[in-house]
């Protein structure tokens, strides 16, 4: 049967068959509905849920297809207008039609389902399941209202049981319109024993995770208050316990101190802190472990320095080869610090290729001296915190690297080396190099502050040793406060000395060996066949695998031979490249960070329009060169020709190898000069310098490291004449093999080789 009925929308809220309700309605076309209702339908409503509960506006398309006939028992009009009515829930129905009357009322058309189960048995066994499920419900939820249990006991009819049930029982709204929406009261009891068997497992669930809880609690308690027993008892009898002596141990180690008040009412009041925190607490970790740091720190210990000049002298003789530079800047510090003991330690600054010792001779500075030796490396370093800490509330947190260098030497006043500086990480978010000043400038280092250990801390006493391989990657800032010393190339005469005197008696001592003789030409023909470097770590490792070689084959002769060598080795390594002379080619002398080396420039020029081919892998400034060397061969009139009609292409050898710097600048001028005037330079002959537009040759960077890289295969070298300061660091016997040439203009260059 059809019923034509009016409509009210609840949104908040499932009206279930044989529910009753009690509604307070504001919304005009609800009271207009309510109003129909009473007056034409016998107060009849049919109440409705959206299926979309967040929907905001809803059409007539929106709305369910089913709904609950409710029956408007009372309906009272309050003062402000509003309705508060009671209305209990009769019969699930199936909504056919939504329409709107004349005065604008929606209203629809339902039809009352009926479904009829002919398993009865199955009916009451259903039944008595859900009212012993709910029973076992109330017994586990006391949460729970008693009331469903005297409802439902004396139902039999399972349509109406599961109505009840779902009621009462703590569903989202979502779920109740589900069970609403289902006509079928066997699938209906079906789902909610499978829903209540859910919550009994959650409620079983809570209940046991909220019995563990509350034990752990109670036992926690228990044990704290026992604890707090013992101590009194302990305390009455003098007794102390363990966290007691800690507390004790750490009040005498303040004591001891040798620090300001304020610090030491700083770490007193860590101490207290500590004696107050439970050691369940995680704080107490971190106070033990801060108060662990700060207490076994060197506040104010010294190791006794050698102050004795011949014996720092014999030291760093015996350890390193040559480096006066820097050996005698030590001892100019520690005669002063004869005079003066507060003279603060100089921040040197070693500069120079790998494997010419620096590192080593960090280490045998400070064992010469008599101090404690630390290392850090800043190569890539892009985190401050590294250097100054980390805020001691972090987790994990520790000192930075300069605090854990002290207190592993365990004084104020060590050798601290600072490896890489010129390979620091440095963009717009982080700049470890203000950090390292701050730490260096002996003007306020002495009131150094790491982060975690929150406290002044004096570094004046600390002497500072950086080192880089290259002094243009120093940051600025940095290098204006550091005593830069550059350690220069090893001349081959320089290597043979230094594996003679250092790592062949060094390595027969290590290994036990009596003696194993090099011969000179054995070392030379060693460091131009296997080694190509500036220093000696790669001779370093070849001498010492020979040495293991000859006892592994047990050689009867004491002497190591050239054959022995390429025995081992095997063929060379570098073999020497045979001279050609080319028109266009040109030895330029390059720096590298390894040391320097002869770099060859070519130029070729044919028929064209006036342009330029740059090819080697060629950065700006040499590219600048290029385009000053032309201009001055055209401003000299060096070559009378229409430069609009050849074009020239100039390549740098070696195109795996960046090239920049301002010194190719007098080799590109001659490159080109050579293949324009169709003359040859001679393959010995060797010039590095930068020119400027008048001809005038510039002082350029590692005279020692070219000179020292080219003097095996050049027999003439241009340099320009304001580097003939220089030549005092080159070695007398370097400089007997090689004819070195000063030049102010290039014009006297050109009158040699073009004229």
């Not at 419900?137 to 109505?163: C, F, H, Q, R, W």
């Amino acid at each position: 049967m059809k019923e034509n009925l009016p409509i009210l929308l609840l949104k908040k809220l499932i009206l279930l068959p044989n529910q009753e309700i009690r509604l307070e309605i504001n919304n005009d076309v609800s009271k207009s509905g309510i109003d129909d209702s009473i007056k034409n339908y016998n107060s009849n409503i049919l109440v409705i849920s959206p299926i979309n509960l967040l929907e905001e506006k809803l059409s007539i398309s929106d709305l369910p297809k089913v709904g609950v006939i409710g029956k408007i028992k009372t309906k009272i009009k309050l003062p402000n207008n509003n309705y508060r009515i009671i209305i209990k829930g009769l019969n699930r129905v199936q909504v056919l039609e939504y329409f709107q009357n004349n005065n604008g009322i929606l209203k629809s058309i339902v039809k009352r389902l009926y479904i009829n189960s002919s398993d009865n048995i199955k009916e009451t066994a259903l039944v008595r399941k859900l009212k012993e499920l709910i029973n076992e419900y109330m017994l586990i939820n006391s949460e729970a209202s008693n009331l469903i249990t005297s409802t439902i006991e004396s139902v039999t009819d399972l349509d109406l049981l599961t109505d009840i049930i779902v009621s009462y029982l703590p569903m989202d709204q979502q779920k109740k319109l589900v069970y609403m929406n289902e006509f079928d009261y066997v699938k209906r009891a079906e789902q909610l024993i499978s829903d209540i068997n859910i919550e009994l497992e959650v409620l079983n669930l809570d209940s046991k995770i909220d019995s563990e809880i509350r034990e752990k609690f109670e036992k926690e308690q228990r044990d704290f208050i026992l604890k707090e027993k013992i101590n009194k008892l302990n305390n009455e009898l003098g007794i102390l316990t363990d966290k007691q002596l800690e507390i004790n141990n750490y009040k005498e180690m303040l004591d001891d101190l040798v620090i300001p008040d304020k610090t030491k009412n700083k770490f007193y009041n860590e101490i207290k802190r500590y004696e107050y925190t439970n050691d369940n607490n995680p704080d107490a970790s971190v106070i033990r472990n801060y108060l662990e740091w700060v207490l076994n720190l060197p506040w104010n210990k010294y190791s006794k320095e050698e102050n004795n000049i011949k014996n720092v002298k014999k030291y760093l003789d015996n350890t390193h080869y040559g480096l006066e530079n820097v050996k005698r800047r030590i001892l100019e510090f520690v005669s002063i610090k004869k005079i003066n003991k507060d003279i603060s330690s100089p921040i040197l600054c070693l500069v120079g290729p790998p494997g010419v010792g620096k590192t080593t001779l960090g280490i045998s500075i400070s064992k010469a001296l008599k101090r404690e030796f630390y290392k850090i490396s800043v190569g890539g370093l892009n985190d401050t915190s590294e250097l100054i800490g980390h805020r001691k509330t972090f987790l994990g947190a520790n000192p930075g690297k300069i605090i854990q260098g002290i207190s592993k030497c365990n004084v104020m006043n060590p050798v601290i080396l600072i490896d890489e500086i010129d390979k620091m990480s440095n963009n717009y978010k982080v700049d470890p190099s203000s950090t390292l000043l701050d730490i260096l400038d002996e003007a306020q280092n002495n009131m150094f502050i790491d982060n975690y250990i929150e406290e002044p801390f004096d570094l004046s006493k600390v002497m500072f040793i950086l080192t880089a391989n290259n002094i243009d990657d120093i940051p600025t800032a940095l290098k204006d406060r550091l005593e830069i010393i550059e350690i220069n190339s090893y001349t081959e005469y320089e290597k043979i000395d230094i594996a003679k005197r250092y790592i062949i008696p060094e390595t027969t001592l290590k290994y036990g060996i009596k003696q194993i003789n090099f011969k000179d030409d054995t070392i030379l023909y060693i460091i131009n066949n296997y080694t190509k470097e500036a220093g000696v770590r790669e001779l370093d490792r070849i001498l010492k695998r020979l040495i293991r070689n000859h006892c592994l084959d047990k050689v009867k002769s004491k002497e190591i031979s050239i054959d022995f060598v390429k025995q081992i080795l095997g063929e060379p390594k570098y073999i020497k490249e045979e001279i050609t002379n080319h028109k266009g080619v040109v030895n330029s002398l390059a720096w590298t960070p390894y040391g320097g080396n002869i770099q060859k420039i070519e130029c070729i020029s044919f028929e064209g329009t006036g342009n330029i081919e740059i090819t080697g892998n060629v950065e700006n400034i040499l590219k600048e060169s290029i385009l000053v060397a032309i201009s001055l061969i055209k401003h000299k009139k060096y070559v009378i020709k229409n430069f609009n009609s050849i074009d020239l292409h100039i390549n740098a050898l070696n195109a795996g190898v960046k090239k920049d710097g301002s010194s190719g600048g007098v080799a590109i001028t001659t490159a080109i000069l050579s293949i324009l005037k169709n003359k040859v330079i001679k393959s010995d002959i060797a010039m590095t310098g930068e020119i400027t537009l008048n001809g005038d040759v510039l002082a350029v960077g590692g005279i020692k490291e070219k000179i020292i890289g080219a003097y095996n295969n050049i027999k003439t070298i241009y340099i320009p004449y304001n580097n003939e300061v220089d030549l005092l660091t080159i070695p007398d016997n370097i400089k007997e093999k090689v004819t070195i040439k000063l030049v102010k203009n290039y014009d006297e260059i050109y009158k040699e080789l073009f004229k």
